[in-house]
T-cell receptor
Framework: NAGVTQTPKFRVLKTGQSMTLLCAQD?????MYWYRQDPGMGLRLIHY???????AKGEVPDGYNVSRLKKQNFLLGLESAAPSQTSVYFC????????????????FGPGTRLTVL | DQQVKQNSPSLSVQEGRISILNCDYT??????FLWYKKYPAEGPTFLIS?????DKNEDGRFTVFLNKSAKHLSLHIVPSQPGDSAVYFC????????????FGSGTKLNVKP
């Protein structure tokens, strides 16, 4: 049981280039999330998905697109990367959108460190 | 404007002593609070949570206290161990809604042997 995995772990892009970050989970979770972490800012939600084929905007969605074609995968795309998108990106998943017990939570992947020059 | 704040970027504690990490929030609709622990090059991992119907939740060496009137929560680690050295994030949500977790900026704890 690998949990939540992210590909790649590191990437350097030039301004204007595009790329896709892949998140995969093997826990059969319905909900998946993409966050970015910046110094002094904590984690901020970019987009999330409540099930296969659905996506929704989070707190900071501009400049990103997502797709959830399969339940276990959640892709984050940058169409034209900008230096402001230099960050560490975390994917997370949860069983469902509402808490069922005191130990329900989101499970996080190890992160992707992206640098845009 | 951040709705969850951790005003101490770092904390250093001697092994065996108590570590107290603090978190403040501004949104009175928040009713579920969590602490996550993060080691370098890893994702955050769930540590402990508390619902607003409680003012204390304990799990081994970790205790979370919630003061709703002050909109303040704290994480106590007793006794602190070197392996506890990590960044700790608090997070909050409203109505148990996992779609909207709001995170603080984190506190880096260093437990000295």
């Amino acid at each position: 049981n690998a949990g939540v995995t992210q590909t790649p772990k590191f990437r350097v892009l030039k301004t204007g280039q595009s790329m896709t970050l892949l998140c995969a989970q093997d826990m059969n979770h319905e909900y998946m999330y993409w966050y970015r972490q910046d110094p002094g800012m904590g984690l901020r939600l970019i987009h999330y998905s409540v099930g296969e084929g659905t996506t929704a905007k989070g707190e900071v969605p501009d400049g990103y697109n997502v797709s959830r074609l399969k339940k276990q995968n959640f892709l984050l795309g940058l169409e034209s990367a900008a230096p402001s998108q230099t960050s560490v990106y975390f994917c997370a998943s949860s069983y469902e959108g509402r808490r069922r017990s005191s130990t329900d939570t989101q499970y996080f992947g190890p992160g992707t460190r992206l640098t845009v020059l | 404007d951040q709705q969850v704040k951790q005003n101490s970027p770092s904390l250093s504690v001697q092994e065996g002593r108590i570590s107290i990490l603090n978190c403040d929030y501004t949104n009175s609709m928040f009713d579920y609070f969590l602490w996550y622990k993060k080691y370098p090059a890893e994702g955050p991992t769930f540590l402990i949570s508390i619902s607003s119907i409680k003012d204390k939740n304990e799990d081994g060496r970790f205790t979370v206290f919630l003061n709703k009137s002050a909109k303040h929560l704290s994480l106590h680690i007793v006794p602190s161990q070197p392996g506890d050295s990590a960044v700790y994030f608090c997070a909050a949500s409203a109505s148990g809604n996992f779609n909207k977790f709001y995170f603080g900026s984190g506190t880096k704890l260093n437990v000295k042997p």
